[in-house]
Each structure stands twice: as structure tokens, then as C-alpha cells.
């Protein structure tokens, strides 16, 4: 058969990845796919051809818009990022008749209903295994290797930056800023880090992972997100005497009134294998009706392990290129026509365990007080933990951890404590989710 | 789009869970696969109608042939197990022109060849996602999430019996035998437990797993097979007080000079994350060469966990019931014609690192032989323990972990060891693997 052709957009850290990765592993795919995958015109406004040698023997245009138009492509792999001009190259390329293989995350959280759509219409596919956990095959476990189940609820590590960050702070009671100086040093964060300590990133892709675990259309805007920027050592520390780690988790669930989307720092018991994903490595747990807990481990980012999805995309687009449009993987695992509206649950009518650290005034009932707050809300108290406040010091530190309530119940719950004249500060609040098999 | 047909071999454990599973899911896998799945024909020569609600709605033959005789029906889905009649009845179905679905790891291993050769010439498909861990899609992950990747290595807890007795010794410092019996009371493990503690049962699983992912024939006669019944108590403390946990591994490495594909006890570094898989759970941890290491974790066995993955194959194959042949994933990931004769290592030449347990007398120079022996076979040591004799005792144990060193090498020094004077027993031998990222 002859080789497929493929337009790269993109020569970066992932652009480079994958055109090394399809070259010095162009005999072993092809064994795979049956069929070879040249890349036969690249676009990319500056590049090092030291980084990738073989570069010389195709056309790299500046203007990415030539790649998508050139005629004689099969498959367009848009590796630029963001949302513009990345949208309207892969636009571009459907309405040429074009598969696409994209890793842009921002770009299918936002708009991939209108995309899949306008690929719908034209017979085509747009794949993105590389747009959550990297170079994890975590779209393709869910959407086709749990098929049979119904899933109850999904947590994921999904962001290496902040997991590094949470590691370090953990293993060795750093602060977060000046983990965070490092992990920008190592280049593992970017110079502005908001997508990835606020949650942003993480959302993207839990907004993904939700549509194809639960057929539902993408609502990124649906999502709760909150980052890891409050997280003092303090914490950390203390969920560790407790037996917890601090993740910052996409966590998704489904429940008889809607279905959960919520990116949050979360207490998981230090038993868990999720619990023991570290630096930044990702990971997500995924619980089905039928198959119980399973857990999707690896690298979340880089130029090859991102690659590898790109890739494995590639030679699937590749096999399906002559088949039948209605028998393919429907891009969010269910077919369109039976997309559900089942609501995003808001976030006050979340039901969670928590942990909360207040700052209370050593006087006698200040905590009887808290108790009762808590009480009176039928928040159950599963461990509280008050510790010796230092020589000299009128303030000590009381951390509470909860049963399962309602967010809305804790907020009334937290206003309430926070108006007693013996408690100082704000209450901190993280979320907590034990992730066991139920 | 008319509902497929499907022809159910066994309810049994499986079988009652595969008919249960798409039943209680039906909507939602319709919703996925986009036309529905029927089961209009089932074999059994006994079963429980109370187990399985709507049975009494289709046909139910004593004679497995007459299934797979039925002309109405599209996929056979072999759930009976065991070599024979499975094998008849597979290339009976295929003879007939349909596609096969099982989970009979045993049949794959050894006549998956035979059977997907006779599946290829009536281009036909046989799915086996079941046959390794349950219901983890590890054979999805590694055929077509990895297809950009070189494999370089794999490691995988996949006997959920093995894992539970192992990790009862280490959790409760129990014995095997203890153990095995409370798992065989709890039914975790048959009356014969042999394929399970030996490593059969897991060397029909690596079998498997190391032809997709590098692309060689099955070969389960090549697969060197030890079981976890010599492991003492004192072992699994003894691994513990140096940092490792006992797991019972299937094991296969790419080396220049052939493939290792091996079954036995290793102590692995308790800071990796398959050193906490425990109990029944099983995992495969993959290392490609772009991809890095991803591990992939859930239930090996049970009734749900495995019906998970016969339910997914049979969507599979459902979506590429009318699609070109030739643009099917590979049954064995490469295509058929592009395997590859890279031959399997025989174990004297396989390179790893050991765990050895000497009984020596309590004599001056003992150690100094050992460490002689060692060092003229270029043996080095990674560390020693010597445990304190018992008051009274004139032997002491010695344990001695060796850096990397081909099995032919230290056969001729354990050989050597126990020929010394002041050495009493065999001397007990346990690889080693450390499963870091390179």
C-alpha cells in the first residue's frame, strides 16, 4: 500500500518529538500499520534542523496554512498549541477533506463541539490521545477499552507541573513559591505558570476525559477550578500525620443529578496507588460498574512521550482512512446523536469529604464551638487533629476532617466558624476523596 | 443499523457475567457502539437461572457446536476455557465465517498461531483483550496506544492468586502454604492451584503480551516458568529490610541477541509503583522508547472485571464487522507478514540481578569463600546482610543482593558456593529486577 502522507504543524518540543519518533521508528510502525507515514511538508517559522536530522528532505513552509492546503496531504497534525491560529488550521484542513491529529487541549476543551461537528459532516476523524496524560493511552482506554461500563467516577493527576510541585513540597517540606522558582528553573513550568498551578490545564483535560467517560458534550466553562497556589507546607505536613497525600486532582463523577467537573487540591489516603504518583509523572483512576478501579500511569508531557500519542493517533486514522465513517470510534466515545444532557452538577451541591485548618485562639470552647457549627449542619467529624501550640504562642492550629456533606452545607459551615471571636484568619479548606472501590 | 449477533460459549463465572454485564449496560453500549448487541444463542450444559435475569428470553443449547453452527450469528464468544473442545469450536466458528471473542489465555498461547492464521485466511477477526489482566485493556494499550513506540521492556503482576499469597507473607509474615489454603477457602484459588503458583497460568499471559509487543510468533514452550512456592517467610522479610518486595513477575526484554521472556518470584524496589499493587489487583508496567514507562492496573480476574473486556472486544469487532480487512489492528499488533524470527533468549544467557540466601556455619572465612567466589565470576555485590544467629544456633542466614550478571554466570557460582565446606542447604535464589526508567 502506499505510505500515508501527513502535513506537521509544528516543529517544537512536540513537533520535533514526533518527527524523530515516526523517523527512527519508521520500520517498527510500519510493521504495525501495515502501511509507511512520511511527513511530506512541515511548518514552522523558526526550527533547529541540528535537533532533527533528516529534516532537509521535506518542504517546511512558514505559512501553516500551505501545509493544510497542499493536496497532496491525507492527514494534518496541528501541534502549534493554543486557540488561534490552531483553530482555523484544523477547520481549514477538514474543509479540505483532511483526518487531523491534534495534541491541543485548550483547543478540544473549548472547541471541539464545533469541530467534531464540522468533521462529522465530512466523513473525517480528529484524534487527540495527546491532548490528556501525554503519551498515556488514556482516550483510547476509556472511550474503547471500557466500552462495556457504565463509569461512575474518574480521578486524575493530569498536570505534571503541579504534581512536581506537591511532590517537592512533600518530600521535602519546601514552601510552594520557591518550589515553583525551581520547577520554572528546570523548565518544567512555564514563565507565566497560571494554566498550570491555577488548574487551567488540568480542566482542559478533565473536561475531555468527563465527555468520553460520560457522553456528554465538552463544557469546559462547566468546570470547577481551583489551583495549588494556597497550599502552605503546614498542610501538607498535616494531611501527612493523618495518613493523606495533597493532589491536585480532576475528579468527575456521576451522579443521579448531574455529573461532578471539579479541578481541586484533594486529600487521598497515602494507600492508594494514586496516592504514590509522583514528580511529574501523571496518572488517572477510573472506576466502571463492571471493571471496577483500573489505573492509566505515565508521563504526562515531553517532546516523545507526547509523541507516542501523536503517533499512535496517526496509525489509527491511517487504518480507518478507507473505512466506513459509521463504523468508526465516535470522537467523544459515544456516537454523536446520543450525546446526553445530563447537567454539570453545580459546585455548592458537590458532596465531598473535607479537611479544614482553622486558626483558633487558645481559650477554653473555642473548640466546642467549631463542633457544634458542625453539628448543627449534620457534618459528621472523622478525625480531628489539635496541635501543642508553640512555647509563648496564643494561637494554635486545629485541623478537622469531615464525612461526606454537601459544599454548599460547608460554606454555610465555614462562615459560621469563621464569624467566632476566637478563630483568626480565613478557615482553610481542601477537599477530600478517599477513591476507594464504592 | 441492525443489532449484531452474538453467539455466547459458557455461563459460567464469565460467561454469566459477560451476559449480565451487556444486559445491565445494553443503552449505554449502544449509545457507544452505535447499533446494539444481542446475544441470541447461548451453550451450557448446566447453569443458574437465578444468576442470570433474562436468560429465559433466548435460546440456551447443551451442544456448543450448535451455537456455532447457528447461521443468524455474527461473533462467537468462546467462554468455556481449556484447550479442547475451545480450540474446535474457535476454528469451527471461524470455518463458518464468523468472528471470535475469548478470553482463554491457555488456547491463545498455545494454538493463537494456528487460530489466527485460519482467522486471517477467512478475514475474520479473533479478539482476546480477556485473556490478559482481566479487565484491563492492556492489549489495546500496547497494540495500538504504543504502536509509535520500540518496546523495550515489560514487567507484569498478572496472576491475581500469586499477588494475594505474596502479599498475605509480607503484610501478616504468614507462610505459603498457610496462605494458599485460606485463598483457596476463599476460592482466589483453585484446588489445584498449580497454574496459578507455578506460573503457568502467567506464562500464557506473557506469551502473549511479549508477541504484541515485539512483533515475534507466540511462543509459549520458550517461556522459562518458576513458581512462588519455594518463597519462605524469611525471604519476603529478609527483601524488605533491604528495600524490595517479592513479586511474582512476567517478565520480557528486547536485548540485541533475542527476547527474555521469563515467569518468576523478583524483588523489585518498594518505591516503585508496581511494588504496591497487592492482593488480587494485577498490573503491567510497559517501557517504550518514546513513551517512557506507563503501567496500566486493575482487576485480573472475576466475573465483571473480565466480562468488562469481552464486552469491549466484541464493540471492536463490531465497528469493523463491514471494514476493510486489511485496515484491522493486527491480532498481534504487526501484521502478519511482517513478524518478526528475533529468537527467544535461552535463561543462561538472560542478564539480571540476584537475591541469594546462603545457610552458613558460623565460622570464620565462610563469607570470604562466598565473596571470592563471586568476585572470579565478576559478580559484584550490591549488599550484604548478615543476620545475628539465634542464641545458640550455629548457622546464620546470609543474604547477598549482586549487581547484573547472566544466569549461566551465577549458576556455575551458586554451583560453587554449595560445593563449600561451611555452605549447608541449596542456596536460594531470587532475581532481581529494578525497573528504572532506562
Redo the contacts between chains.
Sequence with gaps: ?KPVKVGLLGLGTVGG?TFN??R??AA???????RGIEIVHAAAREYDPARLPGIEGIQVSDDAFKVVDDPEIDIIVELIGGYSPAKELVLRAIGNGKHVVTANKALIALHGNEIFKAAQDQGLMVAF?AAVGG???II??V????????IEWMAGIINGTGNFILTEMRDKGRDFADVLAEAQALGYAEADPTFDVEGIDAAHKLTILASIAF?VPLQFDRTYTEGISNITRDDVAYAGELGYRIKHLGFSRRTPDGIELRVHPTLIPERR?IA??DGVMN?VLVK????????????GA?A??T??????DI??VT??????P?????HL???PD?L?DTPILPMEAVETAYYLRLCAQDKPGVLSDVTRILAQRAISIEAILQKEPVEGATRVPVIILTHRVTEGAMNEAIAAIEALEHIEDKVTRIRLEHLDAS
Excluded: H, W
Excluded at 472511550?143 to 457504565?150: I, S, V
Excluded at 466502571?288 to 508521563?299: F, K, Q, R, S
Design positions: 500500500m518529538g519518533v515516526l527512527r521508528n517498527e510502525i510500519a510493521r504495525r500499520a501495515g490521545e503519551g498515556i493511552p483510547k482506554a472511550r474503547e477499552g471500557l466500552a462495556a461500563n457504565q457522553g496507588l504514590n504518583v496518572a466502571g460498574d463492571a471493571v471496577g478501579p483500573t489505573l492509566y500511569y505515565g508521563a515531553g516523545e512521550p509523541a507516542s500519542a501523536v503517533v499512535a496509525v489509527d487504518r480507518v482512512l478507507t473505512a466506513d459509521e463504523n468508526r470510534v465516535p466515545a459515544f456516537q446520543a446526553s
